[in-house]
Structures are given as C-alpha cells and as structure tokens.
C-alpha cells in the first residue's frame, strides 16, 4: 500500500472507534513480505515467500484498554475489529496510566529501504545462498556436514494514526545470510553457524559467512577439560552479546515495574565497571532494527543506560513513562500488528573500548577464550545467578593453546558486570545486539 493509503485507512479506523465510543484509539497497520531460501549440498531445499497485512487497534475507555487485530482490511472486518476491541475494555482493570503517544512534528530520517533487495532475483538470491555453503565446506576439508545455509529477506511498510493527531509511516527492508556446518575429526564432531543481516544487500558477504561457520566448526575438534579454577574469562563478540541479552530485559522499566530486574532502583549508582557503557539506539546508522518511530509512533533515539558504570535510566514505552513521571524512550516495542506495544530494545549493545582484541589476549596469563555457552536462558534476571556449559580455547601466556570443553562457568550478573576489566575495540552486532571482546576477572570454572 502506499502512504496515503496507509495513512487515510489509519485517519477512517480512528475516527469510527471514536464514533462508536473510544475515549482515545490507535490503529497500527502493517504490510510485510518476507523470502526464506534454505540449501544444503548446493540444492534447494526450502524456499518461502510469505505476505502478511493486518491491523492491530487500541482503544480506551474509562481508564480501560481494549484491543484486537484483523489481517483482513474490508471495511465490515474493521468495524468488527474495533467493535471487539471496545467490548475488551469491559475486562480490563482501570489504569490511570494507560495512554497512547502525543503528535510530534518530526522524525528522525533515515536510510531504511534498498531497492536493490526487490530488485534482485530470486535466482541470484539462490546462489548468493549456495555461495555462502561453498565457502564454508572450501575453508577446511574437515566441514563434512551442511545442516543449512540461506538467504532471508524482509520488505514492510509501518503506519501508526491515533486520536492525538499523530501519523507516521515509514517502509523498510533489510537481508541476510547464514551457514551452519558440522566439523568432524578422529570421531569427534562440532557445529558451528555465521550469520550477517544488513539493510543494504551490497554489504553482504557469503564468504566472511561461510567461513565464519567453518571457523566455528573446526576450532573445538579435540577439545579436553581443565581443571577447577577461578581465572579470567575472555567473551568473544558473540558470546558477550549472549550475556546482553540476558541484561538488557533487565534494563527495562517494565521488569522493573514488576520486580524482575537485580537493577531495580540503582539509578545514579555504580552498577558496572567504569569501562562499561551500555547503549540502545533506535536511530542508529545501518542497522537492521532501526526506525524513525517504535511502535507507538515516538520518535526513536539514542538513550544512554549505564555510562562508565553507572546506571543512568531505563528502556520506557509511553505507560512505564507516565507511571515514572519521565519520556518515552522510543521503546515501545511490537512485534506485528497483532501485540499490543511492550517495552524492549532496539539496537542494543555495549560500546567499544581502546584495545585490540589480540593484544587484550596477550594480556592474559592463564584464563579461558568463551567461545560457546549453553543454557542461558537458565540465567536468573532478578537475583542475577547464572552456571552455564562452556566450551573455548585455553590461554597461556597470551597464546592459545588447545581447545576446551566440557567445563561450567558460574556467577553473578551483578558481579560479571562490575568485574570486566577490559574492552576491546571489535564491536560487533549480531541482528539487533552487539558487543566488542570482553575479558572479565574472578570467574569460576568448573572442570575436572
């Protein structure tokens, strides 16, 4: 659809939920349409093409909120829709709180939609996948297994109205690639994956994916276990970025609201090493989870949350705001039209520092370089206990040395933050995530 389409569809839904009874309404309406290609052995084994379009209303009454959602956009499914959405009010409990976003004047511009990623065909798509599965079997002849390899693609367009006078609209699209490879050696077997989503299709690159996978694969083969210690860890990228997922709901004023967050009410205290800066930035150049609003129609920008240690705030959407007595963050997070907006993240990550990743490793007397973990989700995010399986390369005198695994770590979120000690300077995103190589002091691992 396009954006006056989008936008007189929006103007219809609000004014007849307010006809019929709205206090307050919101319509967001959302036309998606993604690609999905899989190979394995350089043959196609998956491909999917899937369109979606829908509506998702709010509307209050009373201090009530009503919701509902219809993916068909005939005009007797909207009315039933709204219709339903004021019969919810009903069942909702009253809320001073409950809000929807003012009308702003101006959004942040940015450069969201290549054409290229329509453009190119669907055949060319296919081989950039089968590249990527080349590159990673061509990197070390002991890639015997490709469990996948593909292309995903996503095209959309996101229009917000409410009864504030707010419209927005933008359209996007983003792409990516992916590999996952088995290595096998002597009987011994291990996976590895690698994975890029950008919002320019030129800036792929299947071989930097497939060998990443290959990489992964090949480096844990004959693997051994240490024994017990305490001794510093160092977090490539991707496993750091793993533990900011853990931290980042935790940043959130929602799970602070209801008491599942270990950083509730620290604001303005020391929470992290001074090393530590961890940011959200809905607005940021290039990246795959940037828009110029959330999904309330508020401007997105870069919001600060722990600067050199110290706690500066949390993630809001527009009722955590109002419930604090502060803005809106821009975090007001939905998934597709058919959710109402939560608080979440955006872009996410933990700012860089000014070493080298191999010369922080050459720091290193004796500790473990964390190249997997299992079982994050097991982390607590309220008293902050974590003990995860672990698997890495161990380092002696600032040298790798051999492959371990079958090893634990354990700790604390709030101790793991305030005990990294450095940062390295190889920030790197995965998706909406991002972390440079950490290296954090006083760990325990578990072993033999």
């Not at 933990?350 to 190249?371: H, M, Q, W």
Request: aromatic share 8%; with cysteine; net charge negative.
């Amino acid at each position: 659809m396009a954006d006056k389409d989008f936008r007189r569809l929006g103007l219809e839904v609000v004014a007849k939920a307010q006809k019929l009874g709205a206090e307050m309404a919101e319509a967001f309406l959302l036309n998606s349409r993604q690609l999905s290609i899989q190979v394995a052995n350089q043959k196609v084994e998956t491909m999917k093409l899937a369109e979606d379009r829908g509506l998702g209303i709010r509307v209050f009454r009373n201090n009530r909120l009503g919701f509902a959602f219809t993916s068909d956009l005939d005009a007797l499914a909207i009315e039933k829709a709204i219709n339903q959405a004021l019969a919810n009010c009903r069942y909702t409990e009253e809320d001073e709180f409950l809000t929807i976003a003012e009308k702003y004047s101006a959004y942040p511009e940015l450069d969201l939609y290549d054409p290229q990623i329509s453009d190119i065909s669907v055949d060319e798509k296919i081989r950039l996948a089968k590249e990527i599965e080349l590159k990673a079997k061509n990197y070390d002849s002991r890639i015997k297994i490709t469990e996948r390899a593909g292309y995903d693609d996503s095209q959309y367009e996101i229009c917000i109205v409410n009864s504030q006078g707010l419209e927005a609209y933008y359209h996007g699209a983003y792409c990516g690639g992916y590999s996952l490879v088995v290595g096998e050696q002597d009987g011994d077997s291990q996976t590895g994956f690698g994975m890029q989503y950008e919002v320019k299709y030129k800036d792929l690159n299947p071989e930097k994916i497939g060998q990443e996978a290959a990489k992964r694969a090949v480096r844990l083969l004959g693997a051994k276990t240490v024994k017990s210690q305490k001794a510093p860890i160092v977090l490539e990228p991707y496993i750091a970025t793993s533990f900011l997922s853990i931290i980042s709901p935790t940043l959130s004023a929602e799970a602070v609201h209801k008491g599942k967050s270990f950083l509730a009410n620290k604001i303005n205290e020391k929470v992290a090493s001074t090393l530590v800066t961890i940011i959200d930035d809905g607005r940021m150049p290039g990246r795959v989870s940037s828009a110029p609003f959330d999904g309330e129609g508020v401007p997105t920008g870069e919001t600060v949350l722990i600067k050199d240690g110290v706690l500066q705030g949390y993630l809001h959407n527009t009722y955590t705001a109002k419930k604090d007595g502060v803005k809106s963050t821009g975090n007001g997070v939905r998934g597709s039209y058919r959710s109402t907006p939560e608080v979440g993240s955006t872009n996410f990550y933990l700012a860089n520092g000014d070493i080298s990743p191999e010369d922080l490793i050459k720091e290193v007397d004796r500790g473990l370089y964390v190249t997997d973990v299992m079982g994050m989700h097991t982390a607590n995010p309220i008293s902050g206990d974590f003990s995860l399986g672990a698997s890495g390369i161990w380092i002696e005198n600032g040298e790798f040395t051999y492959p371990v695994r079958g090893v634990a770590i354990a700790g604390n979120l709030k101790e793991f933050l305030l005990n990294i000690d450095r940062v390295a300077n190889d920030l790197t995103f995965f998706v909406s995530k991002g972390s440079p190589t950490l290296r954090i002091n006083n760990i325990s691992i578990s072993g033999s």
